[in-house]
């Protein structure tokens, strides 16, 4: 086959410039055996995007690779280095990594490049967790971080999160800006390498040790936990760095009784256990349940490669182990805090928790009949991180979520933390456990006083440029012929994230959304049900999310309540014409 033309320009400049010998052999190879691949590798340059990068390990243009890291590693550097100006002797920066194949070596070439631009750095010893990485950017002074980590991806990927000086992924300006910058190394030659060694710090347990200690002031009820130290916890790692601090943590705060996965404790980037290191699926979660059955355990958790996230199972009254959802943990992990502050007299006026537009409406009803604050943010937990930088100082951030299993407790990071994450539900394991009662009888406590939750998402693939145009079309066509009525119920409510407004519709008053822009379209019906519409901004797919809720009269009518929740769910899909 022929080689695409910018494949066939970029093939030359590796072949013709100062790259190594096995890569240039690897590429001839390619020439030879597999021109598809080749191209596929070289068709265009592995996009820096407002998170970072990601994509499948390789030689090329289009792949992770010690090349493509150091060339966004490189404009990262300028980006700070423009910005800062003269205002500071030396930048810093935090690196760390997961466990994925070439995650070790990507931190020491973005270590490396950083110093060498003049950058003090503190490199993590060994893997370490993404929440970890975003406290030492804080703890340190940092001005950017890194985590090399393909989050859940399968194990040809690899990827690089950046951090600002907050802790928090990048966000606007900060994340198209670099992107500008990174577009402008195009070449080898741009980049500095050598000559900043004595600038690189190793740390660790030092590191580790202070972070754990501010997760241990996440407890609220400890004599609980002292009481309730046998609880019997089983938590895998999914072959990532949840190993390094979650049995850590659990032990410090005074759990004598963690089973680990131990198949599944074992650090590798090929994930021999599970298709997929995803703790939103049950095929990840087999190995634990299959061990919580068997020494009948309390709680399951299960923390993703780079352990910002956590996969939680518990059982239910009929002995049967159920895997909850992420609007489930997120909610019972915010109807603890707040319940537990306001017994306790420790709620303050200023209390405030936040969740993603997305996310299950229950939390937001739980902080108001608490009589705390709630703030919607955009899909994307870096919104979450900066609403704390925006009211910090003023408000004090309690706790909170998203439907994708990330969730936060208290401030000291400023992202996802499955490592308090895990400490958390384990103490409200405990305190279920302390009143004879499970953690199932908690979300269905939960349920009977709020009204049942259900949610449900489909995402919708379209491939290619007409893909990219049938979902435009479908956008365009739900704002231009807005639905009436949704499964028989009015909609009451619509909500225009690209025109930042939150129309009435009984009224047709408008309302301004204190939100950036973004292309999600939302309903609200008068029966408190919720979809929204959201092209993905990484994949070629157009995401459905919907929410309803029923009276739950008790735990016995959880099976029957779900079942016509999940009936509603298919009733409104039909409606919109997706089922």
Known sequence: MALDKTAEQNVNTWLNGNYDEDTKSAIRKMMAENPEELNESFYKNLEFGTGGLRGIMGIGTNRMNRYTVAMATQGLANYVLKNLGTRTPQPKAAVSHDSRNNSRQFAEITAKVLAANGFKVYLFEDLRPTPELSFAVRHYGCNIGVMVTASHNPKEYNGYKAYWSD???????????????????????????????????????????????????????????????????????????????????????????????????????????????????????????????????????????????????????????????GNQTASILIYYLLMQRKRLGLQQPNDYIVKTIVTSELLADIARKNGVKSYDVLTGFKYIGNKILELEGREKFIGGGEESYGYLIGDFVRDKDAVSACTMIAEIAAWAKDQGKTFFDILCDLYVEYGFYKEDLLSITKKGKSGSEEIKQMMCDFRNNTPTKIAGSDVVCVKDYSTLLSTDKATGKAEPIDLPKSDVLQFFTADGSKVTVRPSGTEPKIKFYFGVKAPLASAADYDNTNKMLAQKIEAIKASLGLA
Request: proline share 6%; charged share 25%; hydrophobic share 40%.
């Open 167 to 325: 802790g928090c992924q990048l966000v606007a300006p900060h994340d198209t800006n670099v992107i500008d910058e990174v577009l402008k190394i195009t070449a080898l030659e741009d980049i500095k390498t050598e000559g900043g060694e004595r600038n690189i710090q190793i740390i660790g347990k030092e590191t580790d040790d202070i972070y754990l200690d501010k997760v241990m002031k996440n407890s609220i009820m400890p004599d609980v936990v002292k009481r309730q130290h046998d609880l019997k916890i089983v938590y895998s790692p999914l072959h990532g760095t949840g190993i390094t601090l979650v049995p850590k943590a659990l032990a410090k705060m005074g759990f004598t009784n963690v089973n680990i996965v131990e198949p599944q404790a074992v650090a590798d980037g090929n994930f021999p256990t599970t298709k997929s290191p995803n703790p939103e699926e049950k095929a990840a979660m087999e190995l634990s349940m299959k061990l919580a059955q068997d020494i009948d355990a309390d709680i399951v958790m299960a923390t993703d490669p780079d352990a910002d996230r956590v996969g939680v199972a518990v059982k239910r009254n009929d002995g049967q182990w159920m895997l909850l959802n």
